[in-house]
């Protein structure tokens, strides 16, 4: 399944099709002083680059170059091609996408890091655990999703229908989709089960931020991924932030520490 790199050049981009700020981005420095190094930022569930892109401007602010792609997916602007294109989309999918952007990166870079918010926090420690960078930093990584997730893929996961999500009170905004496809969301399930059970293999230096007013993934989060994971995890609080990290009042914050940790890690290559 199609996905949009943010290495692609930009008249290949079909803007039509995507939402307003569902744009690719590619921010480098006219000298990459920083061993040249980039972060591949990764966005959550059914959003797009608006949710990763303040966080990689405040990474790119503090010296690193950063990317940022469409998952497979994700960012379509009509509702009928968009819920067509969740309901058929596989946890495999996104993996691949990733996959093949840090190849693309490491044409070009000789150091290659991750960041991701909720569920590209957890498409990001599933990278981290086979090795493909050498540096990885997450907010709300989605591996324990709420139990009513479970239960309901477990019982409606086979079905092709898509529920309506009101987004009219939610205090921040992000361009996310107004609705949940159970095949779609089974396929998210999969995959907090899938990075769970590969927590083991992350050897690479990781920060974890996370927020104990988070309600959708559970705050035991980073200490599950600090007692499994066999790399040096950091875990910061973020608690005047809910789930949105990068949107909300911690953003720059959390970007600024981001940036820090990966530069701390490249001292010490």
């Not at 960012?75 to 294109?85: L, M, T």
Request: hydrophobic share 40%.
């Amino acid at each position: 399944m199609r996905y949009y790199s943010g290495f692609s050049p930009k008249e290949t981009i079909p803007n039509e099709i995507l939402f307003p700020n569902a744009v690719p981005f590619w921010l480098k420095h006219k000298s990459n002083e920083l061993k040249k190094t980039i972060v591949i930022c990764v966005h959550g569930h059914g959003a797009t680059t608006y949710e990763s892109r303040p966080i990689a401007e405040q990474i790119f602010n503090e010296g690193l170059d950063v990317v940022g792609m469409v998952l497979p997916a994700h960012g379509i602007k009509d509702i009928n091609q968009a819920q067509k294109a969740m309901g058929k989309v596989k946890m495999e999918d996104w993996l691949n996408a990733i996959r093949k952007e840090i190849r693309k990166a490491r044409e070009i870079y000789d150091h290659v890091f991750i960041y991701g918010q909720s569920m590209g926090g957890a498409i990001s420690l599933v990278m981290a655990s086979e090795n493909l960078v050498e540096a990885c930093a997450v907010t709300s990584p989605a591996i324990i999703l709420p139990k009513i997730a479970g239960i309901i893929t477990f019982l409606f996961g086979w079905l092709n229908i898509n529920i309506r999500v009101d987004l009219e009170n939610e205090e921040i905004f992000n361009e996310v989709y107004a609705f949940r496809n159970m095949k779609d969301t089974k396929q998210l399930v999969k995959l907090a089960n899938y990075t769970r059970k590969n927590l083991f293999k992350i050897k690479c230096p990781t920060l974890v931020c996370h927020s104990h007013n988070d309600i959708l993934i559970d705050p035991s989060a980073p200490e599950l991924i600090q007692k499994k994971a066999k790399g040096s995890i950091t875990i910061n609080w973020y608690d005047k932030s809910s789930h949105c990290m990068p949107l909300d009042v911690s953003g720059k914050q959390i970007g600024s520490d981001i940036a820090e940790f990966f530069k701390k890690h490249l001292e010490q290559i």
